[in-house]
């Protein structure tokens, strides 16, 4: 299975991204995972006349859509900015909205920052959803930077539950 992780934040060092290796190492016997982080940073700034039918999608949108469009499922992992999503990761979807990668794609979302991240969620939910987004899981998780190690090993048990519970859901196959 193919999964695309994408993190929400652009920070080097990002918890996002380090949960994202952790699930990624999680799953390896059973998935193949491509993580995006701070590619996300080289979207150009989304505009409608930029993306009208019959138009050319800029080199970094054309590698995402079809990164995406590869994928089996999707792992998401967002942080939590000022109450909100991050500029930049919802940059990313709106140049995905019209090109439909998230149409009935598996998608598992988990919003963490160390203050937790429930404002992110419930934006990021509805967003997904009309996106077209098959939403197998979301949660919002109190991530404490020290939980996660660089080489991808979490050391909180309710992380490593969360991201299990989200891994399942991911491999989960239609009936």
Known sequence: MHVVALSGSLRSGS????????AAKMAADWARFSIVDRQLGELPHFSPDSDLEGSVAPP???ALRGLLASADAV????????????GSFKNALDWIVSSGELTD??????????????????????????MGANLVFDCSLVLAPRSLTEDGTISDPRTVEVVGAALAALARREA
């Open 75 to 86: 792992l998401i992992c967002c942080p939590e900015y000022a109450h909100g999503v991050p």
């Open 60 to 62: 970094a949108v054309a």
């Open 15 to 22: 918890s996002n991204a380090r949960l994202l290796r952790a």
């Open 105 to 130: 794609k598996r998608v598992a979302l988990i919003t963490a920052s160390a203050g937790g991240a429930e404002q992110a969620r419930a934006a990021l939910v509805p967003t997904l959803k009309i």
